[in-house]
């Protein structure tokens, strides 16, 4: 599945570097970010500058030395790079140059989409297999499950869980390493009529109950 919960609030960091003459650009920036710039998160400014900054709510001043034209653009990543410990505790973030203004909402349509590690396009026309009952040789078997273990692992890193939970992981697993498949034989749904001779039944149940 791929999803993001609209309504999960976010930690949004917001990258500014403005030395020399470009502290002018703060100001109306900073306004127009309050005014526009992903009102459903929480967001966090990080400005990057040889200024002092007021002491506001969401604004956070990193002391930045200035250097001459072009080094003070051409090493912005790093200055990233060097402030990674505390940039990595957002959730996402965005540069943009001080000397722009926000003049309408910019909002979670700019998030990169988040697809689970078991996406399978809906072009796909191959079988779907059920996670009920499978198996092989035991080395394939616990490749598959180191490999499974890890991909719902990312998975839940960013806040997914798969339509199927681990079904959909088998799923998108068995179609990059194809497998015998077999028949709905041996995972019959027990009130079901296929036309398949049963052999191992998936009993029906009160799920909603037996979950509890
Ligand atoms: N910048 C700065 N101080 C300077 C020159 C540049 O802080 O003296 C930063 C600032 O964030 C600016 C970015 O570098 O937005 C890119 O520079 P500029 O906007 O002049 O480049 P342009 O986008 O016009 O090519």
Redesign the pocket.
């Known amino acids: 599945m791929s999803s993001r919960d609209k309504f999960n609030i976010m930690k949004i960091g917001l990258l500014?570097?403005?030395?020399?003459?470009?502290d002018v650009f703060i100001p109306p920036l900073l306004k127009s970010v309050k005014k526009h710039f992903m009102k459903n998160h929480e967001v966090t400014t990080f400005v990057f500058t040889d200024k002092e900054m007021p002491n506001k709510k969401g604004l956070v001043s990193l002391p930045h030395i200035?250097e001459p034209?072009p080094n003070?653009?051409l090493k912005r990543y790093h200055v990233f790079d060097k402030h990674k410990k505390e940039l990595s505790e957002m959730d996402y973030l965005y540069y943009c140059?001080?000397?722009m203004l926000f003049v309408s909402d910019v909002g979670d349509e700019i998030l990169p989409d988040k697809n689970s590690t078991a996406y399978v396009p809906n072009e796909y026309k191959g079988c779907y297999f059920a996670g009920g009952f499978n198996g092989g040789t035991s080395k394939a078997f616990l490749n598959m499950s180191r490999e499974i273990k890890d991909r719902v692992n990312k998975d839940l890193e960013n806040n997914i869980i798969a339509i199927w939970h681990d079904e959909s992981q088998l799923n998108r697993y068995l179609i990059d390493n194809q497998p015998k498949v077999l028949s709905p034989s041996y995972c019959y749904p027990e009130s079901w009529d296929l036309p398949f001779e049963k052999k191992i039944l998936a009993l029906d149940k009160n799920h909603k109950e037996i979950r509890g």
């Open positions: 500014i570097i403005a030395t020399n003459k470009y200035h034209w003070v653009t140059d001080v000397d």
